[in-house]
């Protein structure tokens, strides 16, 4: 498909889709965290989706090698990837999905503001810079309100920031780099081989690293793996070669409303007024970065 200038509706239906996909992902990360310690599941994910993606390759005739001209931003997106998923299965593990979730899909204020300086033609506005406040504003109610009782980790919050800034960097990274000249399997299979072998290797610093595995957790792994990693990453990366970066991400914001929903009803977490607040924020902050500006009625002189 050649790239669009706006989202379509098969942009559109794909993003909503995608945006619910994510969302049930947060509470299956959630969950799956009482089995495996967090970055060793990290790892193992991405391990696993190799070997998916090493499948999905040969079956589409598709070339791993990369010019190596690509080959640093390759290594360095790698990196990046690990650091991202570190912090957001970490911050998944010490608080609650709601929480998490409100501050790690404030991403396209992060990618917004980064895009501002490192992809031509994507600059802020008067307006994207007034929901650039908003949304900060909303990060921060979020991060500072302990209000709402339950695993309100000042820590967990931090790292769900330190995940959205990794994610943000990843999205730059594909659309400023010379990966943008790769194909998004190619793209994909470079940052979960890397951060296998990163997070497999650091996973020991931060605890034992099996807790208490159920049939159930092993079946999450498997769905990790297959369906958002293999599938859901790839579908993403692709979006994003086709459509603009500041659109895709705008559809980010219906991720963490459909968590803090899915929080409540599959975890039955608490939701406080500081939480609906803040994500309120968030939410209205991306919709101002990410609205298309009105067209210009020519004047007949």
């Not at 390759?74 to 970490?90: P, W």
């Not at 608080?95 to 802020?124: E, K």
């Not at 792994?221 to 979006?239: N, P």
Request: aromatic residues 10%; positive net charge; contains cysteine.
């Amino acid at each position: 498909m050649p790239p669009k200038t706006q989202i379509d509706t098969f942009g559109a239906v794909s993003l909503i889709g995608l945006a619910l996909l994510l969302a049930f992902n947060q509470v299956v990360i959630k969950v799956t965290n009482d089995a495996f310690q967090p970055v060793f599941f990290a790892g193992v994910r991405s391990a696993g989706a190799v070997v998916c993606i090493l499948f999905w390759m040969k079956w589409r005739g598709l070339k791993l090698a990369l010019p190596r001209a690509v080959m640093p931003s390759a290594l360095l997106i790698g990196v990046v990837f690990s650091v991202e998923f570190l912090m957001l299965f970490t911050a998944l593990d010490l608080t609650t999905v709601s929480r998490a979730s409100v501050i790690f899909y404030s991403m396209p204020l992060w990618m917004a503001l980064a895009a501002h300086f490192f992809i031509p033609g994507d600059r802020l506005t008067p307006r994207k810079s007034l929901g650039l406040v908003v949304a900060f504003a909303g990060v921060a109610w979020a991060i500072l309100d302990r209000s709402d009782g339950g695993e309100a980790s000042l820590a967990g919050d931090l790292c769900a920031l330190g995940a959205a800034i990794g994610w943000a960097a990843t999205g730059l990274l594909v659309k400023a780099t010379a990966l943008k000249t790769v194909r998004p399997e190619t793209q994909l299979f470079y940052q979960v081989a890397i951060s296998a072998v990163v997070l497999l290797a650091v996973a020991p610093l931060f605890g034992p690293l099996i807790r208490d595995p159920q049939p159930i957790h092993y079946a999450a792994v498997l769905f990790q793996i297959v369906v958002v990693v293999t599938f859901g990453f790839i579908f993403w990366l692709w979006l994003m070669s086709v459509y603009p970066a500041s659109g895709v991400a705008s559809f980010s914001f219906l991720s963490p409303v459909l968590s803090v929903l899915m929080g409540w009803l599959l975890l039955g977490e608490q939701v406080g007024t500081s939480i609906l607040g803040a994500l309120a924020l968030v939410a209205v902050g991306i919709v101002l970065i990410n609205r298309a500006p009105k067209a210009q009625v020519p004047q007949n002189v």
